[in-house]
């Protein structure tokens, strides 16, 4: 079944009135910081990893200060993150292809950042879309993918094909600041296990798809 189209645009049209300006929550000063957060923001939280990055971007500023340092102290820095001796693994290496090829910096071209190791698509759009304002695809992370799939905007299960909905339903201007409306919508209100329906601001048009009115948060 293909998505409502007339009633995505109508739900989307609510979350811009309720979050018109919404940012990402990832705190960085420049691209590498950016793709480097990313990186740790995968199994991880977004709050956690900013912890993480308060001291770590301020250890580490340029790819050769992730080059040559060792992989254990790296790890050690990191480790609070979950999955620190892929990720450590991850950044190094990709900072290692940034040196060689790109003179140290981050590029600004999808194609030349999804070869870079532990960079996928989102990552790539994350960077691409926040850092430089350039606009290729949505970012499809684990809010947007279930968000997308409650409020009607798609059917899919792959974070590819929900994209590819997506960019379908909506303008391309739109498809950096739908991902982070999304985002600030999911953590506000549509909660994965307890949505908070009676006060989302979209509740009278959303299909709750997949919430049943056990796993509504009523609030007395």
């Known amino acids: 079944m293909s998505?409502?189209?007339?009633?995505?645009?109508?739900?989307?049209?609510?979350?811009?009135?309720?979050?018109?300006?919404?940012?990402?929550?990832?705190?960085f000063a420049n691209p590498l910081e950016l793709l480097v957060a990313t990186i740790l923001s995968a199994q991880?939280?977004?709050?956690?990893?900013?912890?993480?990055?308060?001291?770590?971007?301020?250890?580490?500023k340029k790819v050769c200060d992730y080059v040559d340092i060792s992989r254990e102290e790296l790890e050690n820095d990191i480790k609070s993150t979950g999955f620190y001796k892929n990720k450590?693994?991850?950044?190094?290496?990709?900072?290692?292809?940034?040196?060689e090829k790109h003179n140290g910096v981050v590029p600004s071209d999808l194609d030349a950042l999804v070869q870079l190791p532990g960079v996928g698509r989102k990552t790539a759009n994350?960077?691409?879309g926040t850092a430089f304002g350039k606009t290729e695809g949505v970012v499809v992370d684990t809010h947007v993918g279930r968000l997308s799939q409650r409020l009607g905007f798609t059917g899919q299960k792959t974070p590819e094909k929900i994209e590819q909905d997506l960019m379908r339903l909506f303008p391309k201007n739109e498809w950096?600041?739908?991902?982070?409306?999304?985002?600030?919508?999911?953590?506000?209100?549509?909660?994965?296990?307890?949505?908070?329906?009676?006060e989302c601001p979209v509740s009278e048009i959303c299909p709750?798809?997949?919430?049943?009115?056990?796993?509504?948060?009523?609030?007395?």
């Open 126 to 128: 994350v960077v691409l």
């Open 44 to 60: 991880c939280t977004d709050i956690r990893v900013n912890i993480v990055t308060q001291n770590l971007f301020s250890k580490y």
């Open 88 to 99: 450590a693994k991850n950044i190094q290496e990709t900072c290692r292809l940034l040196s």
């Open 3 to 27: 998505p409502d189209k007339s009633l995505a645009q109508k739900i989307y049209k609510k979350l811009k009135k309720y979050f018109p300006e919404p940012k990402c929550s990832l705190e």
């Open 208 to 220: 709750k798809i997949g919430v049943s009115k056990k796993t509504e948060r009523i609030i007395k």
């Open 176 to 198: 950096i600041s739908l991902s982070h409306r999304l985002i600030t919508h999911g953590r506000k209100y549509c909660t994965a296990k307890k949505p908070n329906c009676e």
